[in-house]
């Protein structure tokens, strides 16, 4: 897909619930192209000593229309900046960027695994997929859920799971994964895997899946300055042919999806 630089508008910048947001933005040219899983690199308006553009995931995008959607956490001075920003704001957006998200073949079944707003850049994934997700969210608590109404709109089946037991399983998100791969009955078609959250999360993720021989799709978090890959700030390691067994990939470009069995984990 072919990014472009493109002054868009804001049309909407409303609060979820929470530090949490939703922007939207008219950006015809981008949302034509967009897929699921891919980011816009944003240069905040009306912030000049700031000159770095932030990446925000695609929540959503709509061809016909030209809206994009980004959901955003205030976590520091820019997003709260971003916060502030009322309707007709314009801004100035690079994108779509980044390996996105395979669709779902048919005949398997797609589960989705987010942690935290991880589920901002999962959404579109689940709208166009062929049939309806399962999708597993976990949170701290039943205050960082969201979008819940909006996924089970798409028809999604949701389990949700938080550390403090405040809505559904107490717990960890990926003992709710390691609950729905159990249940694939032997000899059947493998679940297709896409997951988006902590990078702790998803190294979790990537274990029980790769441990049953299958294969999974991660969106790794990691800090990008550039967002084209020319600074390399957000590299990872990912499995190589070199002596070493591994060499860097830049997230922003060869990323930020990646397959399971093709990451590197620093911890044990």
Not at 214 to 223: F, G, N, T, V
């Amino acid at each position: 897909m072919t990014k472009q630089q493109e002054t868009a508008t804001v049309t909407v910048n409303r609060p979820m619930g929470g530090l949490y947001h939703r922007l939207d933005l008219a950006a015809p040219g981008i949302a034509r192209t967009a897929g699921p899983g891919q980011f816009v690199h944003l240069q905040l308006p009306l912030f000049q000593h700031r000159v770095l553009r932030r990446p925000f995931s695609i929540c959503d995008a709509d061809p016909e229309s030209g809206r994009l959607s980004i959901v955003y956490k205030i976590v520091g001075e820019g997003t709260a900046h971003l916060a502030r920003l009322p309707a007709g704001t314009t801004a100035d957006l690079l994108g779509p960027l980044g390996v996105g998200f395979s669709p779902p073949p048919a005949g398997r079944q797609p589960i989705v695994v987010a942690g935290g707003y991880g589920c901002a850049a999962t959404y579109l994934l689940a709208k166009r997929a062929p049939q309806p997700c399962l999708c597993l969210f976990g949170a701290r608590s039943a205050g960082d859920l969201l979008m819940e109404e909006e996924f089970r709109a798409l028809g999604c089946e949701l389990r949700t799971a938080t550390d403090d037991g405040s809505a559904g399983h107490r717990g960890l998100v990926t003992e709710l994964l390691a609950a729905a791969l159990d249940a694939v009955p032997a000899g059947g078609a493998p679940p297709m895997i896409y997951a988006c959250g902590p990078n702790p999360m998803l190294r979790a993720v990537s274990r029980l899946v790769l441990a049953r021989g299958w294969d999974a799709e991660i969106s790794l978090d990691h800090a990008m300055c550039c967002g084209v890959g020319a600074c390399f700030a957000c590299v990872v390691k990912r499995r190589a042919a070199n002596a070493d067994g591994w060499e860097y990939a830049r997230t922003c470009v060869d990323g930020p999806v990646f397959r399971a069995s093709d990451a590197v984990w620093d911890v044990p």
